[in-house]
């Protein structure tokens, strides 16, 4: 089985979870996109040479007040993976949005690990999208709000 055909599987499983026809959550190409609410959109990209999936999030503007010491918390956090759940976190200096990645291996990823991944990655996202608008937050806990709409 490719990469694609596996992650085309595990998306056709998540999708009939989440109630949307299999057939309503699969690469287009290499790319697929969910709407996560009416502001947010879950990305994801195959990269098949590498065999990883990578998942990513706009995770809002970072108003200019306070862009250096949301830079420099998310720096801290990527060094040590601090309220990131292995994921990435940067800056788009020319959008002045922050973003998160989080690289998957297709090896091994079963839908359950996907779903629990992509459940974890949001938690993480929108706790970094309130502490960069100023909310006070503390670290997100394990567990799932039911973040995905459609």
């Known amino acids: 089985m490719t990469p694609e055909q596996k992650i085309n599987a595990i998306l056709s499983e998540f ?14 190409g290499e790319y697929a996109c969910l709407a996560v609410d ?15 999936l990578d998942l990513f999030m706009e995770l809002g503007p970072v108003p200019p007040a306070v862009r250096q010491a949301v830079c420099e918390d998310m720096l801290q956090a990527n060094v040590l993976f601090q309220a990131t759940e292995g994921a990435a976190l940067g800056f ?3 959008r002045g949005i ?19 991944r992509v459940e974890r990655f949001l938690i993480m996202t929108e706790f970094w ?17 039911a973040f995905l709409r459609v």
Request: hydrophobic share 50%; glycine share 8%.
């Open 98 to 116: 922050a973003v998160a990645t989080l690289r998957l291996d297709v090896d091994g990823l079963t839908a359950a690990r996907f779903k629990d």
């Open 129 to 145: 999208a309130k502490r960069i608008g100023g909310v006070p937050e503390a670290a997100p806990e394990p567990g799932f709000n």
């Open 38 to 52: 009416k502001a947010a959109v879950l990305h994801l990209k195959l990269l098949p040479e590498s065999a990883a």
């Open 92 to 94: 788009d200096r020319e």
């Open 15 to 28: 999708a009939v979870e989440l109630g949307l026809e299999p057939a309503g959550l699969v690469l287009d």
